[in-house]
């Protein structure tokens, strides 16, 4: 074990050491696959209970009341996904429903009961790094891998899109983008609390090659969701930091990033143009996921206060969809790729407010706290711009990542100097 690994761990008793381990497994498993991030939480959950039980308690004593109740925010959210289960006509699909959302649940669970003050700012710090770190083996790797493909007298084009990579193209954006967010709280901080010991070069090298990354992997929702996380940094560091200098770097950066993928591979924009052009011409209608979002409102309304039910989504959407003359949507079973209007369809207005309550619940916390308000403010602009695009509580991919990583900024405010 190397001398940074040792200082994470000396510390630490054998339970304490077994949770941190398990939430280091978490944070490596999440960006390879969601199968391997699902077995990371069940270890986790059972390290955290070993935890609670060598401690001889089951309550995290070391968190503020702002905390648990962020964690609360959570657990009530899963509460009326399964509240609305019992009105559900479909049974069968409501329970798979709410199987799939128990994450909501399980993750701040794990942060109640798993005693956790011996998390320190370096902790939290390394469970991100661990994260870049995958992303940027997984860059590599995928890169050889097309390198090979395209050597053999393959293709790297399916229809007008450009695969660069097998992984859905949303979630992996909202993984690079939440990466991109901490290496910029990274940036700005001082020199001797940073936990990347390397040049500001080298930090800006990986954060251009996770904007490559996304442009690449052609999804409109993250580069929406950069342009959004960019202009937040920009904002930052110039008005409250006044780094001007490291503004004008990474403005440069992201404008030569784009310019050059634009030139060199003009067909990765191919489906953000089609929409820019749909829109101009005032066919929005044309456009697929305007299309899924006007029939997902025409669900919501049928029963806009509790909803129609977590069992009962799907089957209404497909028949709205018929009715629309949408028969894209029905045939590939789309759902609505929208995370706010998939909530509204089946919990109503009653899980809407939840659900935007739990996603405020980091910025509330860091606000009260005085602490953490970087990260906190920039992983809750990604997240609530990414679902917006994607039905993401609908995938383990989405859900486990969303729910873990807001679940490590609400702790990271206490750990926070």
Known sequence: MSSKARQLFERLSWSESALYASMLLMSIAL???????????????????????AKRSFFNHSLTKGTV?????????????LASALWSSNQ????????????????PFVFLIGETSFLTQKHIQTLFSALCATL??????????????????????????????PLHHNYLALY??????????????????????????????????????????????????????GLACVAHATIYRRMWRATLIVVGVVAAAVIASYIAFPNLYYRIMCTVRN????????????????????????????????????????????????????VRDFDSHNQYLETMMATGIVGFVAQIAMMAAPIVVALREHRGRTLACLLTIVFAVCIFFEATFGRQMGLLFVVWWMCVSIINVRCEK
């Open 69 to 81: 109740v962020a964690y609360a925010l959570m657990m009530f959210l899963w509460v009326v996904w």
């Open 136 to 165: 940027i083996v997984r860059f590599i790797v995928i890169l050889i891998r097309d390198i090979i493909i395209i050597a053999q007298g393959g293709t790297l084009m399916h229809g007008n899109d450009f695969m660069f990579d």
């Open 279 to 330: 829109l101009m011409a005032g066919n929005g209608g044309n456009d697929v996921r305007i299309m899924m979002d006007a029939c997902g409102l025409q669900v919501f309304r049928t029963s806009p206060i509790i909803g129609v039910g977590c069992g009962d989504v799907w089957q209404m959407l497909q028949q709205i969809f018929l009715e629309n003359g949408f028969e894209e949507g029905s």
């Open 31 to 53: 960006p390879i696959s969601w199968r391997l991030g699902l077995m990371s939480m069940i270890i986790m959950t059972v390290a955290a209970v070993v935890n609670a039980i």
């Open 92 to 107: 069968a699909n409501a329970w798979h429903v709410v199987g799939v959302k128990l994450p909501l649940f399980i993750m």
């Open 176 to 229: 690079l983008l939440t990466a991109i967010a901490f290496l910029y709280t990274e940036i700005v901080r001082p020199r001797d609390e940073r936990v990347l010991r390397m040049p500001l070069w080298g930090q800006f090298s990986i954060i251009a090659v996770f904007i490559v990354y996304i442009i690449v992997i052609a999804s409109r929702s993250g580069l929406v969701a950069l342009l959004l996380l």
